[in-house]
């Protein structure tokens, strides 16, 4: 199974049985020990179940996924000393790194030396009757696998180093020879073919000497240099890249950040200087959240860390609140976008009819149809922005102001419409009641419990037809 980078780490935790651990993909917990849910759909994605209950979705990963309930198994299926978790992690690590790799095997277990693995395979697979299937029908009282003897003495015992052979390959930062203390890249890497050549001879005038010396000097500051950040590199153990990426990953976000910023400073300063100077910062950043914390419980009239932990409760609870509320406008909105494309505004009887009962003149129409954004109006909103005389860009701005101010608010009045969009107010009218007779949005609920009837079938409304006064075959919108 491949691993994802930073979420399943070799080695096993404090305490732990097996050599992977698992963390939650959106607050990185650990859940490990714990119960867990996995996608079925997203390749190697985890959620606790905090998360899980909040419904919350990351990147392709939706809410309504298909998912299984996963938990630790340490119960025994072929001996009564290793566990299922153990055996899974020994074929994975088997899968991974070759039949007969059993060191890496053994890493990949965690619990478990490399001797104890390939005599658990030789034994339980190689010599099973049932070759090259272990015996699947052994039954075991115990319901957790009892562990090796000598599993203590190997936990208190610090983990052998793998002994890597100088290659570029063989360490986790590409290029680096640990073996030789060297890179496949060195800073200036080209910086010997000024010299590789060079030969000082008798024959050399004292131009030629002063100007090869010149050389050398410059070929030994680039060396300087190159054995400095060499030094720096190994003095701050920036080598241990996995080990650094853990240590940050666990730390929040804002933390990462402030560290991120003050790297720039290490150059000029000691490690012990350096550690002291971030954990300062550290220390300032934490005060000054608490400080701003302390702040807002007292402008809430909070004056007891009783009442404020209990407001911190409240308050992650009505976010979780409105960004659930949020997600399903969201979804309204797309699902009545999709009803109103497939209605019409009106037949063309009644809008004969409107022409008959109207006295004025009928308002010019704008040619819209090869205006930029037509694509994206509906039948009834190109007959909308035809008779306002409005393009489709205005009108789709306006569109999108109005109809998420009606998302966060809940509901929204004619007059609160006029002032969002910034165009002719008669015409953000209009297409306030266009919206709400579409359905789009709904009206406030007036005292006696009804809501504001409002139509735009029939004649064109008065502050329409006032518009038809004037004599205006092609007009650009005011937006």
Same mark, same amino acid.
């Given at each position: 199974?491949?691993q994802?980078?930073?979420?399943?780490?070799?080695?096993?935790?404090?305490?732990?049985?097996?050599?992977?651990?698992?963390?939650?993909?959106?607050?990185?917990?650990?859940?490990?020990?714990?119960?867990?849910?996995?996608?079925?759909?997203?390749?190697?994605?985890d959620?606790?179940?905090?998360?899980?209950?909040?419904?919350?979705?990351?990147?392709?990963?939706?809410?309504?996924?298909?998912?299984?309930?996963?938990?630790?198994?340490?119960?025994?299926?072929? %001996? !009564? =000393?290793?566990? /299922?978790? &153990?055996?899974? +992690?020994?074929?994975?690590? @088997? *899968?991974?790194?070759?039949?007969?790799?059993?060191?890496?095997?053994?890493?990949?277990?965690?619990?478990?030396t490399?001797?104890?693995?390939?005599?658990?395979?030789?034994?339980?697979?190689?010599?099973?009757?049932?070759?090259?299937?272990?015996?699947?029908?052994?039954?075991?009282?115990?319901?957790?696998?009892?562990?090796?003897?000598?599993?203590?003495?190997?936990?208190?015992?610090?983990?052998?180093?793998?002994?890597?052979?100088?290659?570029?390959?063989?360490?986790?930062?590409?290029?680096?020879?640990?073996?030789?203390?060297?890179?496949e890249?060195?800073h200036?890497?080209?910086?010997d073919?000024?010299?590789?050549?060079?030969?000082? %001879? !008798? =024959?050399?005038? /004292?131009? &030629?000497?002063? +100007?090869?010396?010149?050389? @050398? *000097?410059?070929?030994?500051?680039?060396?300087?240099?190159?054995?400095?950040?060499?030094?720096?590199i190994?003095?701050?153990?920036?080598?241990?890249?996995?080990?650094?990426?853990?240590?940050?990953?666990?730390?929040?976000?804002?933390?990462?950040?402030?560290?991120?910023?003050?790297?720039?400073?290490?150059?000029?300063?000691?490690?012990?200087?350096?550690?002291?100077?971030?954990?300062?910062?550290?220390?300032?950043?934490?005060?000054?959240?608490?400080?701003?914390?302390?702040?807002?419980?007292?402008?809430?009239?909070?004056?007891?860390?009783?009442?404020?932990?209990?407001?911190?409760?409240?308050?992650?609870?009505?976010?979780?609140r409105?960004?659930?509320?949020?997600?399903?406008?969201?979804?309204? +909105?797309?699902?009545l976008?999709?009803?109103?494309?497939?209605?019409?505004?009106?037949?063309?009887?009644?809008?004969?009819?409107?022409?008959?009962?109207?006295?004025?003149?009928?308002?010019?129409?704008?040619?819209?149809?090869?205006?930029?954004?037509?694509?994206?109006?509906?039948?009834?909103?190109?007959?909308?922005?035809?008779?306002?005389?409005?393009?489709?860009?205005?009108?789709?701005?306006?569109?999108?102001?109005?109809?998420?101010?009606?998302?966060?608010?809940?509901?929204?009045?004619?007059?609160?419409?006029?002032?969002?969009?910034?165009?002719?107010?008669?015409?953000?009218?209009?297409?306030?009641?266009?919206?709400?007779?579409?359905?789009?949005?709904?009206?406030?609920?007036?005292?006696?419990?009804?809501?504001?009837?409002?139509?735009?079938?029939?004649?064109?409304?008065?502050?329409?037809?006032?518009?038809?006064?004037r004599?205006?075959?092609?007009?650009?919108?005011?937006?």
């Open positions: 199974m491949p994802k980078d930073g979420k399943r780490g070799q080695g096993a935790a404090p305490g732990d049985e097996v050599g992977q651990k698992f963390h939650c993909d959106n607050c990185q917990a650990n859940v490990t020990d714990g119960v867990r849910i996995s996608c079925n759909e997203c390749a190697e994605f959620l606790c179940t905090t998360c899980f209950s909040r419904g919350i979705e990351l990147g392709s990963h939706k809410n309504d996924h298909s998912y299984r309930v996963v938990t630790r198994h340490r119960f025994p299926i072929f %001996t !009564e =000393d290793w566990s /299922a978790d &153990e055996e899974l +992690l020994l074929i994975d690590g @088997l *899968r991974q790194f070759g039949m007969g790799n059993w060191k890496d095997a053994a890493e990949n277990v965690g619990t478990k490399k001797e104890e693995c390939e005599q658990h395979y030789l034994d339980v697979f190689v010599g099973s009757d049932s070759w090259p299937l272990p015996a699947m029908d052994r039954e075991f009282e115990n319901k957790v696998a009892r562990p090796t003897s000598d599993k203590r003495s190997r936990s208190a015992t610090p983990g052998k180093v793998k002994v890597l052979s100088s290659q570029p390959s063989n360490h986790e930062i590409v290029g680096y020879m640990p073996g030789r203390l060297e890179f890249f060195e200036e890497n080209e910086a073919q000024v010299v590789k050549d060079m030969v000082i %001879t !008798e =024959d050399d005038t /004292a131009e &030629e000497l002063d +100007l090869k010396q010149i050389v @050398l *000097r410059i070929y030994n500051g680039k060396l300087d240099r190159r054995l400095y950040r060499k030094s720096f190994f003095d701050r153990d920036l080598l241990e890249y996995r080990k650094n990426q853990a240590a940050e990953k666990r730390r929040p976000k804002d933390e990462r950040d402030l560290l991120n910023k003050v790297k720039v400073f290490a150059r000029m300063q000691t490690r012990e200087d350096f550690d002291q100077f971030s954990m300062g910062m550290l220390n300032e950043h934490a005060l000054r959240q608490r400080i701003k914390q302390l702040q807002e419980w007292r402008r809430n009239g909070i004056t007891t860390l009783e009442d404020g932990a209990q407001y911190e409760v409240e308050r992650s609870q009505r976010l979780s409105r960004a659930t509320t949020q997600r399903d406008s969201v979804h309204l +909105l797309e699902r976008q999709k009803i109103v494309a497939s209605r019409t505004i009106r037949d063309s009887a009644s809008e004969a009819a409107a022409q008959k009962q109207n006295s004025r003149k009928p308002a010019s129409i704008v040619d819209i149809e090869s205006a930029d954004g037509i694509e994206l109006l509906s039948g009834p909103e190109k007959d909308l922005c035809s008779r306002l005389r409005l393009f489709p860009r205005p009108y789709l701005a306006a569109k999108e102001v109005l109809l998420a101010e009606y998302a966060r608010v809940g509901c929204l009045k004619r007059r609160q419409a006029c002032e969002l969009v910034k165009i002719d107010s008669t015409k953000a009218r209009w297409i306030y009641d266009f919206f709400v007779e579409t359905g789009w949005i709904k009206p406030p609920v007036r005292e006696d419990g009804d809501a504001a009837a409002v139509s735009i079938d029939g004649p064109m409304p008065v502050y329409l037809a006032a518009l038809d006064t004599e205006q075959p092609v007009v650009k919108s005011e937006f």
